[in-house]
């Protein structure tokens, strides 16, 4: 089910979807031309990034979080791990901010809130 939020009062819905959800910082991806960021991750939550029991490699990601209308992200990675679980949204003026555990934030400006989270979520 595809989610979409352009107002702040419902990016809880929105963490509600993503929170404890691991994610790839190497996956995220910025389309310049159409201005879109784009963050695939796994949307079951479990203790650790899941693992096809077969191959040992990570299962293919099944969810996707979306910001239209954004500036190139920032992400700012010491951790440098790799897999990551979300932790909230927050919106700073016009800049979204997403934290992750631990320690990893992914920052974008945007003209205007506007965030989707679905596995059918549009790729601009």
Request: hydrophobic residues 35%.
């Amino acid at each position: 089910m595809l989610l979409t939020i352009r107002a702040p009062d419902r990016l809880v819905l929105a963490v509600d979807r993503i929170h404890d959800r691991w994610f790839d910082v190497d996956a995220i991806t910025y389309d310049s031309s159409a201005r879109t960021v784009s963050i695939p991750f796994w949307s079951r939550p479990t203790r650790r990034p899941p693992i096809d029991q077969v191959t040992g490699q990570h299962e293919p990601f099944d969810d996707l979080l979306v910001v239209p209308d954004a500036d190139e992200p920032r992400i700012n990675d010491p951790e440098e791990i790799g897999t990551y679980t979300f932790n909230d949204i927050v919106v700073r003026g016009n800049q979204i901010l997403i934290r992750a555990d631990p320690n990893v934030q992914i920052s974008c400006d945007t003209g205007s809130l506007h965030i989707t989270v679905g596995e059918n979520a549009p790729h601009w």
